[in-house]
Structures are given as structure tokens and as C-alpha cells.
């Protein structure tokens, strides 16, 4: 594997709660990418990035915040968190195009 | 935006039989991946296809990308009970390094 963990690993939450999902990386890649991976829709990507304080948003980011003030670090901030937003969350960096994925947090609000 | 469609979303077979998954983009890629997802775990990365109508093996694992880059095969021969797990296609497309992944094919496997 790529160097890559992510926590918590596990979280239950209330709806309305904010959440922060960390991951972090030890081989110090330029890109980082949040997804979400649900029954029936793949993984889809909220946010990625290309550096240090430069994110740029996915196909699912609404209600999703990201932030990367360290290279090694790309937090992923749920506001408010809503039941919609119980889901598996992966990290994933890469390596030139292709991608490794951490192990995953899965979230559940309720 | 770019969409990947990945067919089928299930498939059971017999241990031994092929299993075949196929991918088609709504635009022309430049490259395409494969992923293996196993049940519980985190998608894997598996190959990269870059040239129009490139074929690649991985021992009973045969990859082949179209000749307008715009549609994927993943083949297996003779499946075993290892290669259970959720296999994913993804394209690049205009961006360099944001993939758009398909749906999935969910593979099954009766020893």
C-alpha cells in the first residue's frame, strides 16, 4: 500500500453534528482525493487536491469541505452532517494517474 | 460531465467459468484503469491502458481498450474463488488526474 491511513476508521454521529474525517499520507504526493462509495453509485469523487491549499471541487461536493494546510494531510469536513451523508469514505492519492486508496472510514449519522 | 457506464452490475458464475466486464464512456479517454474492490476492503489498482486498442494480461486477467478509447474490457479465464470482489473501470479524461469511475461489476463465484 501507498503509505496511506485514514481515521477515524469508524463514527457514528448525530444529524446536525459536524464531522471531520482525516487522511493522512507518508510519501508526500502532490495529488489527494476524497470519495464517497455507496450501494448502486461507485465511488464518486467530493474533492480533490493538487498541493498544498489548492482543492478544487467533485461531482458530489455540496455539504462537503475540504482542507490541506500540510502536504501529508487532506481533511475532509462534514458541516452539518445529514443521513444522506452515511456512507464509506475513501482517500486516495496519486502516483501519476493511476490511484491508491486508504482503508476507508465508514460513517453512519443518525 | 464525463459518465462511464459499466455493465453488467452483477454476475454469479461457476467456478471455472470466464466472466467478462465491459465499459463505455460517453467521451474519449486517455487512459483507462481497472480496480478490484474485494468484499470489506478498498479498491485496489489492478492496470492502465493507455493506446487505442492496446490489449494487456495479468495471468488469467485479459485487459483490452478500444480502438476510439472510448470502451474497456476486463476478461477473466477460468474464475477461481480469489477473483470474488467488485471490479471498477475508470476513465481520465480532460483532466489529468480526476478519474470518473464506473458503477462496478460485482463478481460472485460458486466453488
Known amino acids: 500500500d501507498a503509505g496511506i491511513t485514514q481515521s477515524p476508521r469508524h463514527k457514528v454521529t448525530e444529524t446536525g453534528t459536524p464531522v471531520t474525517l482525516r487522511c493522512h499520507q507518508t510519501e508526500n504526493h502532490r495529488y489527494m482525493y476524497w470519495y464517497r462509495q455507496d450501494p448502486g453509485h461507485g465511488l464518486r469523487l467530493i474533492h480533490y487536491?493538487?498541493?498544498?491549499?489548492?482543492?478544487d471541487k467533485g461531482e458530489v461536493s455540496d455539504g462537503y469541505s475540504v482542507s490541506r494546510s500540510k502536504t501529508e494531510d487532506f481533511l475532509l469536513t462534514l458541516e452539518s452532517a445529514t443521513s444522506s451523508q452515511t456512507s464509506v469514505y475513501f482517500c486516495a492519492i496519486s502516483t501519476g494517474s493511476e490511484q491508491y486508496f486508504g482503508p476507508g472510514t465508514r460513517l453512519t449519522v443518525t | 460531465g464525463q459518465q462511464v457506464m459499466q455493465i453488467p452490475q452483477y454476475q454469479h458464475v461457476q467456478e471455472g467459468e470466464d466472466f467478462t466486464t465491459y465499459c463505455n464512456s460517453s467521451?474519449?479517454?486517455?487512459?483507462i484503469q481497472w480496480y478490484k474492490q474485494r468484499p470489506g476492503g478498498h479498491p485496489v489498482f489492478l492496470i492502465q491502458l493507455v493506446k487505442s486498442g492496446e490489449v494487456k494480461k495479468q495471468k488469467r486477467l485479459t485487459f483490452q481498450f478500444g480502438e476510439a478509447k472510448k470502451n474497456s474490457s476486463l476478461h477473466i479465464t477460468a474464475t477461481q474463488t480469489t477473483d470474488v470482489g467488485t471490479y471498477f473501470c475508470?476513465?481520465?479524461?480532460?483532466?489529468?488526474?480526476?478519474?470518473?469511475f464506473g458503477k462496478g461489476t460485482l463478481l460472485t463465484v460458486n466453488p
Open positions: 467521451t474519449t479517454l486517455s487512459n
Open positions: 475508470a476513465g481520465l479524461g480532460g483532466s489529468n488526474y480526476k478519474l470518473t
Open positions: 487536491s493538487y498541493g498544498v491549499k489548492d482543492t
